[in-house]
T-cell receptor
Framework: GAVVSQHPSWVICKSGTSVKIECRSL??????MFWYRQFPKQSLMLMAT?????????EQGVEKDKFLINHASLTLSTLTVTSAHPEDSSFYIC????????????FGPGTRLLVL | DQQVKQNSPSLSVQEGRISILNCDYT??????FLWYKKYPAEGPTFLIS?????DKNEDGRFTVFLNKSAKHLSLHIVPSQPGDSAVYFC????????????FGGGTRLMVKP
């Protein structure tokens, strides 16, 4: 199956700092990438949809100024958590959908963020 | 309003037996359904999918059944193996909504040796 990578796999930062998470599709082109967040023992919640070359579409309740998304190429999307606070601590997962494909999304391994 | 529900938070099955995971949805416009398997601290792994024009799709030990009239789908794993122990999420998508996935809450499957 298609491979999606995320970097870093985990990060610990101080409150007030910004953290950037990268999502890459390694063996396919992805016009659309998605960013999810998962709290312990809960389902994945879609944060935003990222289309290459255009602005991301954010879900209701997700602050676009806090979670900056950039999808500069067909293989890379980045999520920047700006001025992180302890409540931003979570597991962030990206997924990518092949440009030629349809619904199947392939997920990255996730990034665990801990804000102290 | 939860459009996709997995009403069983957990399921325990003996090795070699069949595991049946269930999923219900409310939006009759969903036209594609997927099952993902997830281990703790890892991203979901795609297992199997089914289009709304079908009622069954099989891939090795995994079979997904779709009952559109009941708005219900199920994942059958036969035979179950200890390595299948994980959290299983069903997801639904709507082509005209950009194919975004709506996930169920997940079911934790435990396969006992």
């Amino acid at each position: 199956g298609a491979v999606v990578s995320q970097h870093p796999s985990w990060v610990i930062c101080k409150s007030g700092t910004s953290v950037k998470i990268e999502c890459r599709s390694l063996d396919f082109q992805a016009t659309t990438m998605f960013w999810y967040r998962q709290f312990p023992k809960q389902s994945l919640m879609l944060m935003a949809t990222s289309n290459e070359g255009s602005k991301a579409t954010y879900e209701q309740g997700v602050e676009k100024d806090k979670f900056l998304i950039n999808h500069a190429s067909l293989t890379l999307s980045t999520l920047t958590v700006t001025s992180a606070h302890p409540e931003d601590s979570s597991f962030y997962i990206c997924s990518a959908r092949e440009s030629s494909g349809r619904e199947t999304q392939y997920f990255g391994p996730g990034t665990r963020l801990l804000v102290l | 309003d939860q459009q996709v529900k997995q009403n069983s938070p957990s399921l325990s099955v003996q090795e070699g037996r069949i595991s049946i995971l269930n999923c219900d949805y409310t939006n009759s416009m969903f036209d594609y359904f997927l099952w993902y398997k997830k281990y703790p601290a890892e991203g979901p792994t795609f297992l199997i999918s089914i289009s709304s024009i079908k009622d069954k799709n099989e891939d090795g030990r995994f079979t997904v059944f779709l009952n559109k009239s009941a708005k219900h789908l199920s994942l059958h794993i036969v035979p179950s193996q200890p390595g299948d122990s994980a959290v299983y999420f069903c997801a639904a998508s709507l082509y005209n909504a950009g194919n975004m996935l709506t996930f169920g809450g997940g079911t934790r499957l435990m396969v006992k040796p």
